[in-house]
């Protein structure tokens, strides 16, 4: 299954229009069936986003069309292994582009010996590659952190996020010491579930 850039041609018998109301999640089961229309909607959702991010990080638009054809063939490849417990079909998506871009960044640098050449921007203590990786780390944090149960997050996110101790928790939320540290433990084991996943567990507080 090849993918461009131009969106891919439906399937014969089926029309866009005919999928446009079904949801992310429901359109990589049809992936996963080999729906060739399925994954021509899918790139129609995400085809403009997937390849901004791969620009950003690669800084080359050729790499970055090569980045997004391979992580759409990722997801062809492999949309039977897609949860839609664990994460939102369009973050499993960019995962896979941010990670096709990284990988195309340091195999052109590998080959080339030296750091793949960015066009000159304004000084900035980040790179592009940088700040698009940190952006999507960020999103992909927020979202796991929505995936958790209220209680669990509102623990994490006091403690971690807001700088509250542990014993300060207990009294802000009226709750023993013990609850609290179960739920920050339970919260952070799952939460480290979802990120690794989306191979983004070092972005845990520490």
Do not use: C, N
Not at 66 to 72: L, P
Not at 79 to 104: G, N, Q, Y
């Amino acid at each position: 299954m090849t993918v461009l850039l131009a969106t891919p041609t439906p399937a014969a018998g089926r029309s866009s229009r005919e999928l446009a109301h079904v949801s992310d999640e429901a359109l990589l089961s049809l992936v996963a069936s080999s729906d060739d229309a399925a994954l021509a909607e899918l790139y129609d959702r995400f085809g403009h986003v997937a390849y901004g991010l791969a620009l950003r990080i690669l800084r080359d638009e050729a790499l970055a069309q090569d980045a997004v054809q391979e992580a759409f063939l990722a997801v062809w490849r492999s949309a039977d292994r897609f949860l839609a417990e664990r994460a939102k079909a369009s973050t499993w998506i960019l995962t896979l582009v941010h990670r096709r871009a990284v990988d195309l960044v340091r195999r052109e640098e590998r080959r080339r010996g030296e750091p793949l050449e960015r066009a000159a921007e304004p000084v900035s203590p980040a790179t592009a590659e940088d700040e698009a990786t940190l952006g999507f780390q960020r999103r992909v944090v927020q979202e796991a952190l929505q995936a958790l149960p209220p209680v669990q997050r509102e623990a994490l996110e006091l403690g971690y996020y807001g700088g509250l101790t542990q014993s300060e928790l207990a009294e802000r939320l009226d709750q023993p010491l013990g609850t609290i540290k179960s739920r920050m433990f339970a919260g952070l084991t799952r939460l480290r579930d979802l990120l690794a996943q989306a191979g983004l567990e070092e972005s845990l507080p520490t």
